[in-house]
T-cell receptor, first 111, second 114 residues
Framework: AAGVIQSPRHLIKEKRETATLKCYPI?????VYWYQQGPGQDPQFLIS???????DKGSIPDRFSAQQFSDYHSELNMSSLELGDSALYFC??????????FGDGTRLSIL | AQTVTQSQPEMSVQEAETVTLSCTYD???????LFWYKQPPSRQMILVIR??????QNATENRFSVNFQKAAKSFSLKISDSQLGDAAMYFC???????????FGKGTKLSVIP
């Protein structure tokens, strides 16, 4: 079965640079979610989109923005990167009230 | 705000034995969903089992079952016939029926001893 696809798998940036993470949900899933998992931490909800509209917002910094496109893929844009942004970023997708299925994550390292 | 508490940072179990991971939660909502996710060393987040709050029957998925006590706001995971591949971090998670976000506990690291 098709899964959630995230790219890139690994990304290395320097402080103050920008980064864009991409997410391709499972076909026919209508909701996309973004989570941030710091080292040794539980995942923290950032933002979600339902049918291309922002549906919920969590602890997402103002330096971050996201959107969902007409083909349902989503991008998380991160600017003015800080050392503390180093983390594993998960995208998940779901259909209606079904469980969220996670991608393999993008590991972002800030030097 | 909803909170999820996992009071066991680490646990271990002998291969083929049974282990129970604990989870409690706090919410004022009446309709919600509870989940257990598994995160192996590869860091993938894998759905193990799901429980709807309106269902009294405990969910079961093969060797995995839950003990859902709604009044006590408790949601434990039982793993039977533990296998080496069960070694992972296990996260308990909550979402309200009208919500889009998962709230996770801090996780329990499970080790399986051969």
């Amino acid at each position: 079965a098709a899964g959630v696809i995230q790219s890139p798998r690994h990304l290395i940036k320097e402080k103050r640079e920008t980064a864009t993470l991409k997410c391709y949900p499972i076909p026919r899933h209508d909701t996309v979610y973004w989570y941030q998992q710091g080292p040794g931490q539980d995942p923290q909800f950032l933002i979600s989109f339902y049918e291309k509209m922002q549906s919920d917002k969590g602890s997402i910094p103002d330096r971050f923005s996201a959107q969902q496109f007409s083909d349902y893929h989503s991008e998380l844009n991160m600017s003015s990167l800080e050392l503390g942004d180093s983390a594993l970023y998960f995208c998940a997708s779901s259909y209606v009230n079904q469980p969220q299925h996670f991608g393999d994550g993008t590991r972002l390292s800030i030097l | 705000a909803q909170t999820v508490t996992q009071s066991q940072p680490e646990m271990s179990v002998q291969e083929a034995e049974t282990v129970t991971l604990s989870c409690t939660y706090d919410t004022s909502e009446s309709d919600y969903y509870l989940f257990w996710y598994k995160q192996p060393p590869s860091r993938q987040m894998i759905l193990v089992i799901r429980q709807e709050a309106y269902k009294q029957q405990n969910a079961t998925e093969n060797r995995f079952s839950v003990n859902f006590q709604k009044a006590a706001k408790s949601f434990s995971l039982k793993i039977s016939d533990s296998q080496l591949g069960d070694a992972a971090m296990y996260f308990c998670a909550y979402t309200g029926a009208g919500s889009y976000q998962l709230t996770f506990g801090k996780g329990t690291k499970l080790s399986v001893i051969p």
